[in-house]
């Protein structure tokens, strides 16, 4: 019995290790689409997810870059890679892409990218609050 619980222990922590590594790369991947903001005081990163935490791939998250301070890094939800143009816009107040934009002010971001849904991964991945905004 002490066998069985110490393997069920040992296989626990080693899947959690494995989620962990796997986590740790795909916050740290490298953007697929990289750009300056248009005032220039942010980078805007479409960063794709894979491996096990995205099997077959096809979303992405944008991550926020304070150029000023770039240990000021906020990640959106996750959302599905086609559905975004990673045309940016920037005002006073936001700044974003097509579908995606992100408030300067409450550092959180507001999604209205059509048939979005949530997903349980966006608790590990996104470390912002989001609102979502029917596209209607």
């Known amino acids: 019995m002490n066998k069985a619980i110490l393997a069920v ?3 626990l922590a080693a899947l959690a290790l494995l989620f ?3 986590l740790s790369d795909a916050l ?3 953007p697929s689409v990289s750009q300056v903001s248009p005032h ?3 980078l805007i990163e ?3 997810v894979q491996g096990l935490l995205a099997p077959g791939g096809g979303l992405s ?3 926020i870059v304070d150029r000023a301070d ?3 890094v906020f990640r959106s939800p996750l959302f599905a890679t086609r559905s975004v143009d990673m045309r940016a816009s920037e005002d006073s107040q936001s700044l974003g892409v097509t579908w995606i934009a992100f408030d300067k002010r409450t550092q959180g971001f507001t999604l209205s990218i059509p ?3 949530p997903d349980w991964r966006n608790i590990f991945f996104s470390n912002t609050p989001y609102e979502v905004v029917p596209n209607g």
């Open 9 to 11: 222990c040992s296989l």
């Open 20 to 22: 962990g590594w796997c």
């Open 28 to 30: 740290n991947a490298p």
């Open 40 to 42: 220039g005081g942010h």
């Open 46 to 48: 479409s960063v794709p």
């Open 61 to 63: 998250y944008l991550r």
């Open 70 to 72: 770039r240990s000021k």
């Open 115 to 117: 048939q979005w849904r």
